[in-house]
């Protein structure tokens, strides 16, 4: 199935959640290229992957209930499935989309996929709420606590049928790894079909101790080579965290998107320029007002930009603070980055650095 005849099938369907949930999610798989729902057993062993699958529900006081879970993959997620109408359907269905008591049923689907995980000795990583032919609202608890959170986070939470697939003509995102079954899938896209195919993946403490290590050791470097320059290593440590922060904030949204990667293009060229251009970016985030003709750049209070001291860099440290920029800092853990960054120094350089206190500082 492409994903044009998955759209057109499925995009005007509506309240009919009985009628539709198992076929829109045998549909979905296919265009997913990711295995269907196995046939039901008598064996639950044997049934980790399928439709209808029995849960004992505990009840405080009374009896446990038996519910059945619309699809279940073990280890993957707990699916349960809604089918609200548009305006236009003479159906009501769940209830009509966007409406309150649509956001009403839809929580009420995500308790319900609560109950049968926490009545669970393994709790999958995921629960996929989905309205048939309209959405799907994941949660993920990658620790087996059963303590669900809006994935990726609460505004990126929902995922829309339209959004799943590239058009013939976009092209995909270079940072993105496609394998040849999803180039036809966008990142939202490729996000669900990982839920199905290796939901740990997605999974942002694995990646963000890879990426945390290696700005450490970037970071070390530059400050290893600016202490034996014979700068004073209190104004190292706040200039590299005034770096670290703008790092940061380039890539949570507080500044324009690349505003401080994108510059290292010009400074490669001609470092002198670092200096003075660097000291008027963070004057501009003391103050608040508009850069480089980039837009608007926020006002930054608590007194980190106060002073806005750079310091001189050569070509080998600006290439090592470019690579360090490179990482998405929205996954640099700072709970342990300054302990990586300790360790990427020796105890000599630890010492004459201040580095017993500067870590500290940084995060």
Not at 86 to 104: C, F, M, Q, Y
Not at 161 to 166: A, D
Not at 279 to 293: A, D, H, I, S
Request: contains cysteine; proline residues 7%; hydrophobic residues 40%.
């Amino acid at each position: 199935m492409t994903s044009a005849e998955f759209l057109k099938k499925w995009v005007d369907s509506s309240a009919a959640e009985r009628s539709n949930a198992q076929s829109f999610l045998i549909d979905l798989c296919a265009v997913l290229n990711v295995d269907p729902p196995h046939a039901a057993t008598s064996d639950p062993d044997r049934d980790a992957y399928v439709f209808e699958k029995p849960v004992a529900v505990p009840h405080e006081g009374r009896q446990q209930s038996i519910g059945f879970i619309d699809l279940f993959k073990r280890g993957h997620f707990i699916l349960e499935a809604k089918q609200g109408s548009d305006e236009t359907s003479s159906r009501l269905g769940t209830a009509k989309r966007d409406t309150p008591a649509w956001h009403i049923a839809m929580q009420d689907a995500f308790g319900q996929a609560l109950r049968y995980a926490r009545a669970m000795d393994a709790p999958p990583p995921f629960l996929i709420v989905t309205d048939v032919g309209h959405c799907f609202d994941l949660y993920a608890s990658f620790d087996r606590t059963a303590n669900y959170r809006a994935f990726p986070d609460a505004v990126n939470t929902r995922i829309y049928l339209r959004n799943l697939f590239r058009q013939e003509h976009d092209p995909a995102p270079d940072e993105i790894e496609y394998a040849p079954e999803e180039r036809h899938l966008t990142e939202f896209g490729l996000r669900l079909r990982r839920v199905f195919t290796d939901p740990y993946n997605l999974d942002p403490s694995r990646h963000a101790a890879n990426i945390t290590r290696d700005v450490a050791g970037q970071i070390a470097k530059i400050a290893r080579q600016l202490e034996t320059a014979g700068h004073d290593p209190e104004l190292v440590a706040k200039f590299l965290m005034r770096c670290l922060f703008t790092m940061f904030a380039e890539d949570v949204d507080l500044l324009p998107k690349q505003l401080f990667s994108d510059a290292f293009d010009a400074w490669i060229g001609k470092p002198e320029r670092f200096k003075p251009d660097v000291e008027e970016l963070w004057q501009k985030m003391n103050e608040g007002g508009v850069l480089w003709g980039r837009g608007k750049v926020w006002r930054f209070n608590g007194g980190l930009f106060a002073e806005p001291v750079a310091i001189p860099l050569n070509l080998f440290q600006l290439h090592a603070l470019r690579q360090a920029a490179a990482s998405n800092w929205a996954h640099v853990d700072p709970s342990i980055f300054g302990t990586l960054l300790e360790r990427a120094l020796d105890p000599k350089e630890r010492h004459r650095l201040g580095a017993h206190y500067t870590p500290r500082a940084y995060v």
